[in-house]
């Protein structure tokens, strides 16, 4: 059974802050994807990555780094948290398949991010 | 400009066919269209996949027409438990750095 891991469930930060959120597959999976999701805005993604030290912008990267040392390990970095990314972070996996961007993603169970 | 749009809710009694519809006019040419169902506090989970015509599994058909410009995500006979919200997922370039997922449809099924 697929399963993706975050680090925290909810997690509180100060304005200024450097936050690391972190995701972790066990079925071997090339891709790895952040998102944020907010209300009336659906899932966004931040950054992808399809192989280990290999990164890709996505829809909003802006405020945002990431880090893939090793295969089963994606960090999302924000470098100085601002209160307007206060939001739901979603991680996800898939496998490199035929190479669909669309192949079946394995989503963690998010962790609520709160900037004060 | 790459953008998916569906209805913002739906509302169904148990029982019921269900259909909720994605548009997606600039779909990448080689990926597939894919959909998810979230439920309160977890992560959005597979449902169903398809590039063209249709696809059928055990819980849900869906109907992609040739154009590929839309694509309808049918759910048979409703329960209290479809209760959810429904995205669709697209590629828009073949970069895949336009994975663009919609901004979710509510589905309130009641007795």
């Known amino acids: ?116 | 400009l790459a953008k998916t749009t569906q209805p913002i809710s739906m509302d169904s009694y148990e029982g019921q066919e269900v259909n909720i519809t994605c548009s997606h006019n600039n779909i990448a040419t080689n990926d597939y269209i894919t959909w998810y169902q979230q439920f309160p506090s977890q992560g959005p989970r597979f449902i169903i996949q398809g590039y063209k015509t249709k696809v059928t599994n055990e819980v849900a058909s869906l109907f992609i027409p040739a154009d590929r410009k839309s694509s309808t995500l049918s759910l048979p006979r409703v329960s209290l438990s479809d209760t959810a919200v429904y995205y669709c997922l697209v590629a828009f370039n073949q970069a895949g750095t336009a994975l663009i997922f919609g901004k979710g449809t509510t589905l309130s099924v009641s007795s």
């Open chain 1, 1 to 116: 059974d697929v399963k993706v891991t975050q680090s925290s469930r909810y997690l509180v930060k100060r304005t200024g802050e450097k936050v690391f959120l972190e995701c972790v597959q066990d079925m071997d999976h090339e891709n790895m994807f952040w998102y944020r999701q907010d209300p009336g805005l659906g899932l966004r993604l931040i950054y992808f990555s399809y192989d280990v030290k290999m990164k890709e912008k996505g829809d909003i990267p802006e405020g945002y780094s990431v880090s893939r040392e090793k295969k089963e390990r994606f960090s999302l970095i924000l470098e100085s948290a601002s209160t307007n990314q206060t939001s739901m972070y979603l991680c996800a996996s898939s496998p490199l398949g035929e190479g669909h961007h669309t192949d079946t993603q394995y989503f963690g169970p998010g962790t609520r991010l709160t900037v004060l």
